[in-house]
């Protein structure tokens, strides 16, 4: 079964959706260009003589005539050189990872449909980071964290998963596992829904494989141990805890230093962690795993509301009746103008706290407001939007600076530029949001391990520069 | 500026330079750029970008983001890879709104003047020790001007500061400072309320930055010492200042801020306390990667009016955080960051979409200088300068500190010479490790 990372669906032509109809140079093109290309021809010394900052530049070409026949891909070397066998002399890119043939073929059509392209859009090399050595040493870390998650895994069935307790290896802190099982239930919510929003349908069924969960969002205790990397190994320096089962996680990317305090006041034992970007979450959830040596992620859209819903059909998980909230979730009206301690009102049927409030929770999705339309008539088996650009992301769950409606189970938020606006650099942090102070997330542990590719794809969008 | 209009700028630039008369200032008022935005409908405005790091790259991308025409044409700093990483990124992000050609691109300590020169609008964000001679330069020229917070790291330069400021001021030059929350909706509608007086005479107010501390880039192989300073930049004082100074003047600045109207002190110089004593040190952060400068500080300000201000700065990770104002009123308490009120007066800024103070203090700035608005922010810039430098002086020497002695101060911590190969005013023992101040005998005034 093609699991997790593309949708699989049973209505044939629903995949198509998302499938660029017209192709946007800023959007498609210009990521290729400037990841693929402009390296080596940008301003200092562009090879060939062929500078490709701007249009201008591309149609005049370089030593070896125009790079770019607007209307004509095959009198375009731009798209000619790059549809060539990997072992070909005169291929592009030269070195490094070739392009997909969704890359080629958009920069054809591109070229087809008259290779628009904006004055106003002079490129700039990007720094391709799956090509970059790094990356090659990144993706060699992913399979030796890959062998130690398949050589600690003991649970080879539902019926083997329990609930368990995990300590961060080198320090005190540990937190708690819910286990899911599998099932089928129905996203989004009925058109007779009070506050309910248009992207909320229509519903559809949906199947979900058996997963593990945060029984709490992470609190600043687990995240601050990946944040600080300098404390973390003063810790566990103190516990003595043995450098060799750190080498792994250590070898995971760490965020940056934060200027602003990122807890904004509202405290930090026992608090959930907030104002972190998805990339951040990931990279946790990377690094978690390395740490533990179990597979760590943050959950889909559709695993998040499955269990949010735990097996029920109404707008909360505990019914319908708004004059409940206050037993279930830290919202607007009891939470005192910040978040609250995890873990301290009543769960949801499957035994997870703060779904509704605290802090909204990051998914791996990437927000599509006519996302469910695909399924109708169908059932999506473990549905993931995989993201192609940094905004928006899903968030699910309300918070506490959140209205009753809010805190619904299918109601379905997203991430925007505007969560950084009080960055005052340019470029802006990947790893903080710092006007998300309502944002957190929670993990999951699947019990199935896919290979370390689909590890690496969880674990870093490679769209998380704004 | 279109070319027709370039003649005027220079004509204005060469007058300036020779004379210095409040009739010449006048004029250079009369004929600055908002006289042609309104003959042209859109006039373009010419900026520099002076000090390249991410915060000058932002400052500038916010700047280019305000109405009308606006184009970076200069760029100067002290690192080549500095000035290359922000061109870049801010072609990215304002793509043919930058226009820096090879020739105005500037590099080493005398970079700043070259940048000016070709500017109308110049944004100095380089390590603020730098800021007293930039600053001086950009008014000498009749340049508009964008300055990060703080704006000296001694009194010295602080001084130099307020005497360029009265010149801009002279000249009808605009002064925007980075300290933001004067731009930013939820300050000015709390600021409303006290000063209406939501919560009474103000008796006390606490200021906290206390967090975590920020980077460190560590010694390269090659490096002279005054390169290793210039990199490394926050832990040395004659850059930096200390974090008091650096980071923690946002919240003495409110606190200067919410006592203007007690203190009947001129907004446009705000509040100042009399005197400060207090305490700090550095207990955790005692690496040599660290220079200088202290990880905490505990200060207590003291106004005019009897009020006290109790301040507190720690870089110290796994400590209590938080970065705030609060006032405490004889009818109630304010939260001043957080924008709520609690007494008699209970009020809660209603929730919103808020916009960005950094990027709205440019559109400010921008407004002013296109509509030849009043708009100088040096002054009260400098003062809460001078306050933070204040408590820092308090820590230091763990005496007393009256405002006027602390102003009037004649020790400079500035290089005498600015080159690569030039000492700079701190240096390491043997062992690698800077000299550290020591209370009860260090000497600040």
């Not at chain 1, 990144?138 to 300590?167: C, F, G, R, W």
């Amino acid at each position: 079964m093609n699991r997790f990372y593309m949708m699989a669906v049973t209505a044939a032509a629903a995949t198509t959706v998302f499938a660029a109809d017209k192709v946007d140079f800023a959007k498609d093109v210009k990521p290729i260009l400037e990841n693929y290309c402009l390296r080596c021809h940008g301003d200092e010394k562009p090879k060939g003589g062929l500078v490709l900052k701007t249009k201008a530049d591309a149609v005049r070409g370089g030593d070896n005539g125009t790079a770019l026949t607007p209307g004509n891909p095959a009198k375009s070397p731009i798209y000619t050189l790059t549809i060539l066998p990997p072992t070909d002399d005169n291929v592009m890119p030269p070195k490094g990872e070739k392009l997909k043939k969704e890359q080629t073929d958009t920069l054809k059509k591109w070229i087809e449909a008259g290779a628009d392209w904006p004055t106003s859009e002079v490129l700039i090399a990007r720094k391709l980071e799956v090509a970059s050595s790094s990356a090659a040493d990144d993706m060699a870390n992913v399979m030796e964290v890959h062998k130690t998650i398949l050589a600690k895994l003991s649970e080879k069935a539902q019926a083997d998963m329990k609930p368990y307790s995990e300590k961060i290896i080198g320090s005190e802190v540990s937190f708690e596992m819910v286990p899911i099982p599998a099932g089928e239930f129905v996203m989004g919510s009925p058109e007779s829904e009070k506050g309910r929003k248009p992207d909320e349908g229509p519903q559809h069924k949906v199947e979900i494989e058996p997963f593990w969960m945060g029984k709490c969002e992470i609190t600043w205790n687990e995240y601050e141990l990946f944040q600080f990397s300098e404390e973390e190994k003063k810790r566990r320096n103190q516990r003595n805890s043995p450098a060799e089962l750190h080498a792994q996680a250590d070898a995971v990317a760490r965020p940056t230093t934060p200027y602003v305090e990122m807890s904004f006041g509202m405290g930090k034992d026992g608090y959930p962690a907030i104002s972190m970007t998805q990339h951040a979450a990931n990279t946790y959830c990377k690094w978690l795993s390395a740490n533990t040596g179990h597979y760590y992620r943050l959950p889909t859209e559709a695993e998040w509301e499955y269990a949010c819903r735990a097996g029920t059909k109404t707008a909360y998980s505990w019914g319908n009746d708004i004059a409940d909230a206050k037993d279930y979730a830290w919202f607007v009206d009891n939470s005192e103008g910040k978040y609250q301690k995890v873990g301290k009102k009543k769960p949801n049927p499957w035994g997870l706290y703060d779904m509704h409030g605290n802090v909204a929770e990051w998914t791996l999705d990437q927000y599509e407001p006519e996302a469910y339309k695909q399924f109708v008539n169908a059932t999506a088996k473990e549905p993931w939007i995989r993201a192609t650009k940094p905004y928006p992301h899903v968030v699910r769950g309300g918070s506490w600076d959140d209205d009753p409606e809010k805190l619904r189970s299918a109601a379905r938020r997203f991430s925007d530029k505007s969560w950084k606006m009080q960055d005052p650099q340019l470029p802006k942090s990947i790893w903080y949001m710092t006007d998300a102070q309502f944002l957190g997330f929670r993990i999951i542990r699947p019990l199935k391990v896919p290979p370390p590719e689909e590890l690496q794809k969880v674990w870093k969008s490679g769209v998380e520069r704004d | 500026m279109k070319p027709e209009n370039n003649s005027l700028a220079l004509n204005r630039r060469s007058f300036l330079q020779t004379t210095s008369t409040v009739v010449g200032s006048a004029l250079v008022g009369a004929l600055s750029v908002e006289r042609a935005a309104h003959a042209e409908g859109s006039d373009e405005i010419k900026i520099a970008l002076i000090g390249c790091g991410g915060r000058g790259s932002g400052a500038a991308n916010q700047a280019l983001s305000t109405d009308g025409k606006v184009k970076l044409i200069a760029m100067a700093d002290a690192f080549t890879d500095r000035m290359n990483g922000s061109l870049s990124e801010l072609q990215r992000a304002k793509g043919d709104k930058v226009q820096v050609p090879e020739e105005n691109k500037f590099i080493g300590f005398d970079a700043y003047k070259k940048a000016i020169a070709l500017a109308d609008v110049v944004i100095l964000a380089t390590p603020p020790g730098f800021r007293p001679i930039h600053f001086e330069e950009a008014v000498r020229q009749g340049k508009h001007i964008f300055m990060e917070k703080p704006v000296a790291t001694d009194a010295p330069g602080v001084r130099r500061v307020l005497a360029a400021a009265a010149e801009a001021k002279k000249k009808n030059l605009k002064v925007g400072v980075g300290l933001q929350r004067h731009h930013q909706a939820g300050y000015l509608e709390t600021l409303k309320r006290i000063n209406d007086g939501a919560i009474g005479d103000i008796v006390s107010m606490r200021v906290y930055w206390n967090d975590g501390g920020v980077w460190v880039k560590p010694r390269q192989a090659g490096q002279t010492e005054m390169e290793y300073q210039m990199r490394n930049w926050y832990y040395f004082n004659w850059l930096c200042g200390d974090h008091i100074n650096e980071q923690h003047i946002h919240n003495l600045d409110v606190a200067n801020w919410v006592l203007t109207a007690q203190e009947k002190a001129s907004p446009d110089e705000q509040a100042h306390p009399l005197r400060a004593h207090g305490m700090g040190g550095r207990q955790v952060r005692t690496g040599k990667e660290y220079g200088e400068i202290y990880d905490h500080h505990a200060v207590e300000y003291e106004y005019a009016s009897g009020a006290r201000v109790f301040s507190q700065c720690r870089h110290i990770k796994g400590c209590w955080s938080s970065v705030s104002e609060h006032a405490h009123g004889t009818k109630g308490y304010c939260d001043v960051g957080g924008h709520r009120i609690t007494g008699p007066n209970e009020w809660r800024l209603p929730r919103g979409n808020a916009k960005d103070p950094y990027q709205q203090e440019h559109d400010d700035l921008f407004d002013a200088i296109r509509n030849n608005k009043p708009y100088n922010e040096a002054v009260r810039g400098a003062y809460s300068t001078m306050t933070s430098i204040m408590g820092r002086m308090a820590t230091y020497s763990g005496t007393v500190v009256e405002w006027k002695d602390a102003l009037n101060s004649e020790i400079s911590i500035m290089p005498k010479e600015y080159d690569w190969n030039a000492q700079p005013p701190t240096l390491p023992d043997a062992n690698g490790f800077y000299p550290v101040a020591m209370p009860g005998s260090t000497k600040v005034v």
